[in-house]
């Protein structure tokens, strides 16, 4: 067990860092996992700039309005690039600049705000609704009395229909379920990116010529050595996945209705089995450290952009779609991929990945007895 | 050695390395391939009509018909609720004026606002004569947004700052205590200050080297435009990349760490910088500025993805100055810490 040990010593030398690092990527992790609960209707909030250059009732009014049910961030200096660059990178839905004459332009019938949207945005069509609404019920009511009256319209515009969920309780399990979900896909790509690059790096060091060649002519046989290198990987695998799995369950244990505990976990002790397997290729490859860091992210980061973990698959494009299919980071999403999955919905996905695993280590032993075959003292 | 043929060897370590070429440049190009294949569509083609279902002969059908956005169907709530769990409406009208939805969401709370507002004509007490709906209180300004554009620009933001692996290297291997090239070093009159600068303009020059190459690449095949202001676009990589250099050299400095776990050290950090700055997509970048504010205005790399973007897209310098102070501010710190650290150290036995 002494290979075993060595290993385990080296991974504890790291222990500060390790921590430090899986808490920085499971806090990005938590970020994904952000949805709203779905047992009641919730009206959608926008983000919305009101820039302010007026100070009228009429404005007091529409940012009362707008501020109901949204985001509202009201400001009076008017900094047209920023607002401009806030909509382009998608941090405000929208933007309302409020004219300092408002009051006149209003009584005139002339434009009295500007609104900044994406027009491709469904957001483009609400923002825009809400301010056309609040002016024409304004309108009526000073074409009725003769008034600008905002208080009345603003408790007019209180007034609202009924909305149902039809079946609050799958709706509810559906949302719970959503965020595991974005958790959950999150943490496989953490589990790749650290394991490969972790391992890996470690990898390095033990496959340093002057060690190998000790490890060659000692007593030892390759295959506890092999088994005793796996053994100590496995369990930092393990470690990870539990670190993951009970994170997300300790961050959404009052959010876990419909989710689907026991794939998950199988999910993700087989991506960490096969981000092992990969990683065993790798290193029998190569012990350029640059090699291995510029692999490991590639194939993380290339993975998780194809399976749709950062953004979402139906905007991919059906080529990205088609390729995404025979990725392992795909089966490993597709196998706790709606609320109510079953064994058998999960069968085909589960072996898919372990064939992966098998294929992978096939590979790797290939390139590891090429290497040992070119071995002279 | 002169401090140019110094400068040489130094690169000529690096330059024969296929790892450090392929992590410097070929990781680079192969994700802005993955970007420019996977983020086309990201923004979508437009909008679409809300689909809405309506129980037959409903009162409110002819005023639903006549909203330029919606598209009403008459159906049986049974049908509705299938074609709502296959995505196929967002919502529908009861008999009772209720809206029934399988989900929140903005099409289901755009549909409530038009409900909502027909409701509230009628309990307005206002004539119906006194609405007009030609009225125009509005200007729209089209603000299109292009939130992709934020992950090339955090790729390069990244990339500039790789200079630091190369340091990192350097700073390693002068260390008498961690390696044999460090002790001769530490035992011969050569100029430490001499050697770092040598270093530094080895790591830049080889930095930049590969930047151009990226940028090229993406100018070249990115269908938008990233890069309309190439002069202070160069300036701010240079200050980035001096920026990176300096940064490896404090890690570098760590003792009794090896280098793979330094350049280890340094690849997490700067790859959670570059998540945070927006390079797996607008929503951690967004996530992060929501729940994290002061994360990405102190983070260097977000800082530059940032300048990037508003130099190159929005036409604004504001913040550019800021940027390269506080770039070259990181790096002088930096060298100077190193150049103490370094010196007047003494080993019991090397």
Do not use: C
């Not at chain 2, 530094?200 to 930049?208: D, F, K, Y």
């Not at chain 2, 930096?334 to 010196?343: G, K, Q």
């Amino acid at each position: 067990m002494t290979v075993f040990k060595g290993m385990l010593l080296h991974f504890w030398r790291y222990k500060i860092m390790v921590i430090i690092v899986t808490f920085l990527f499971f806090g990005i992790a938590v970020l994904f996992a952000q949805n709203q609960s779905g047992e009641a209707f919730e009206t959608s909030s926008m983000d919305i700039k009101i820039v302010n250059e007026a100070d009228s009732e009429i404005a007091d009014g529409l940012i009362d309005h707008l501020s109901t049910n949204n985001d509202v961030d009201v400001v009076n200096d008017y900094d047209r690039d920023q607002v401009v660059e806030e909509i382009y990178l998608m941090e405000i839905d929208g933007a309302v600049v409020i004219d300092e004459n408002i009051e006149s332009k209003f009584v005139n019938g002339a434009s009295a705000v500007e609104l900044f949207t994406d027009p491709r945005g469904t957001g483009s069509i609400h923002l825009n609704n809400e301010v056309s609404k609040y002016f024409r019920f304004l309108d009526a009511d000073y074409n009725y009395t003769g008034t600008v009256d905002t208080e009345n319209t603003l408790s007019t515009l209180e007034h609202g229909i009924t909305v149902n969920i039809a079946d609050p309780e799958n709706t509810a399990e559906a949302s719970d379920f959503e965020g595991m979900k974005f958790y959950t896909n999150f943490a496989g790509y953490i589990i790749m990116l650290l394991l490969l690059m972790f391992i890996g790096n470690i990898m390095t060091e033990f496959n340093q010529p002057e060690l190998r060649d000790r490890v060659r002519v000692s007593p030892l046989k390759t295959v506890s050595y092999t088994a005793q290198i796996i053994s100590a990987q496995s369990i930092m695998g393990i470690f990870s996945v539990l670190i993951l799995f009970f994170g997300g369950i300790f961050i959404r244990w009052d959010s876990l209705d419909g989710v689907p505990l026991d794939k998950i976990f199988v999910a993700l002790l087989l991506i960490s089995l096969f981000t092992l397997s990969l990683q065993f290729v790798i290193s029998s490859l190569t012990t350029n450290k640059f090699l291995i860091n510029g692999i490991a992210n590639f194939i993380s980061i290339g993975m998780a952009f194809l399976s749709g973990i950062f953004i979402p698959e139906e905007v991919l494009g059906e080529t990205v779609q088609n390729i995404a299919r025979f990725l392992p980071l795909y089966h490993f999403t597709q196998i706790y991929a709606e609320p109510g999955i079953t064994w058998s919905d999960s069968f085909t996905h589960v072996t898919i990945l372990l064939l992966f695993i098998i294929v992978m280590l096939i590979i790797g032993i290939i390139f590891e007895n090429k290497r040992k075959s070119s071995f002279n003292l | 050695m002169g401090i140019f043929k110094m400068t040489y060897q130094m690169m000529l370590i690096n330059f024969k390395d296929f790892g450090y070429w392929f992590w410097t440049l070929l990781y680079p190009l192969l994700l802005s391939t993955l970007f420019i294949l996977t983020t086309s569509n990201i923004t979508g083609d437009g909008m679409e009509d809300i689909p809405v279902g309506i129980t037959e002969d409903h009162q409110l059908t002819v005023i639903l018909e006549d909203v330029e956005f919606l598209e009403v169907t008459e159906t049986t709530e049974s049908k509705a609720l299938t074609l709502m769990e296959d995505n196929e409406l967002s919502g529908f009208i009861t008999e009772n004026n209720e809206l029934l939805v399988t989900d929140s969401g903005l099409d289901q709370t755009i549909l409530e606002s038009v409900l909502n507002e027909i409701t509230q004509m009628f309990e307005s007490g206002i004539p119906p004569e006194n609405f007009s709906f030609d009225n125009d209180f509005i200007v729209e300004t089209h603000a299109d947004r292009e939130p992709q554009v934020v992950m090339f620009y955090s790729l390069i933001a990244m990339m500039v700052f790789y200079t630091m692996f190369s340091s990192i290297e350097f700073i390693t291997t002068v260390q008498p205590n961690l390696s044999t090239m460090g002790a001769r070093f530490q035992s011969s009159p050569y100029s430490k200050v001499k050697l770092l600068m040598a270093s530094a303009v080895g790591a830049l020059s080889l930095g930049l080297l590969t930047n151009f190459i990226i940028i090229t690449y993406l100018m070249i095949f990115y269908q938008g435009t990233l890069f309309s202001t190439l002069l202070p676009t160069v300036i701010l990589l240079i200050f980035g990349n001096i920026s990176g250099i300096g940064i490896g050299f404090a890690i570098g400095l760590f003792p009794k760490i090896n280098a793979n776990f330094k350049t280890f050290v340094g690849l997490i950090v700067l790859l959670a910088l570059t998540f945070s700055a927006g390079m797996i997509g607008p929503g951690v970048r967004m996530l992060v500025n929501e729940h994290l504010p002061l994360l990405n205005s102190l983070n260097p790399v977000a800082r530059v993805t940032d300048t990037l973007f508003r130099i190159n897209l929005m036409d604004n310098f504001d913040d550019y100055m800021m940027t390269l102070g506080i770039l070259i501010g990181i790096a002088v710190v930096m060298f100077i810490f190193t150049l103490f650290a370094l010196r007047r150290k003494q080993y019991d036995s090397l």
